[in-house]
């Protein structure tokens, strides 16, 4: 046993909660990530993709509750996004969406391709080494999950205002303005299927202002 082995030659097994709380998110908080090189902070992802649920289950041991930690990970992590401007540019995942290469039920990028800023970098995922092209299917799976868990954007974001109103993101403002008719059936299709995660947010929702409707 491997584990035994280990233990009898001193080598001390890793704590993922430890591991990611006081050196992942440390990192991320005081912002010394920044000078990480480009494949430690693809790792820092990932081994907190993968130790996802040990973090969690020690923590909650801890006295932690679980969905403070999601929370946690969610206000601090930074993430790789497809733009590269002066470097790799990152951002929080309460801004991001899948990419292309992540193949979301809905593929904004399909739409906004040129907002490389709001889509998750294809870097964090796997390639299948006999084939350079293939990505992993099972590692992808995972990255879905994961980013779900922690708060990834699947449709087009409604902000809330302090005065309890929304107001359209940038993101869907620009898909409601289109010229395009096919493309506004296919929006118009989108808000349908998921009217249950807009409909408690359509009080107010559009101005003359934001997106040239007038209010309901």
């Not at 890793?14 to 090189?37: C, F, R, V």
């Not at 096919?182 to 107010?204: A, H, M, P, V």
């Amino acid at each position: 046993n491997l584990d035994i082995l280990f233990l009898k030659l001193g080598v001390k097994k890793d704590n993922p909660y430890q591991m990611i709380k006081s050196h992942i998110l440390a990192k991320n908080k005081n912002k010394t990530w920044k000078g990480s090189e480009h494949t430690a902070l693809v790792g820092y992802l990932r081994y907190i993709k993968d130790k996802f649920n040990e973090y969690l289950e020690i923590g909650v041991k801890n006295g932690n509750l679980k969905s403070k930690m999601i929370e946690e990970l969610k206000k601090e992590l930074w993430i790789g996004t497809k733009k590269k401007e002066n470097g790799w540019v990152f951002g929080k995942i309460e801004n991001l969406y899948l990419s292309n290469e992540y193949n979301p039920e809905f593929n904004l990028e399909l739409f906004l391709g040129e907002d490389a800023d709001l889509f998750i970098s294809p870097k964090y995922l796997k390639k299948i080494k006999s084939e350079a092209d293939q990505i992993d299917e099972e590692d992808l799976k995972e990255w879905n999950n994961f980013f779900r868990l922690i708060g990834v954007n699947t449709l087009p974001k409604v902000l809330a205002k302090s005065d309890g109103n929304f107001v359209c993101s940038d993101e869907l403002v620009n898909l409601l303005n289109s010229k395009d008719l096919n493309f506004c059936r296919k929006i118009i299709e989108l808000l349908d299927q998921n009217w249950e995660f807009y409909s408690n947010k359509t009080r107010n929702i559009y101005t003359k202002k934001d997106t040239d409707f007038i209010n309901k």
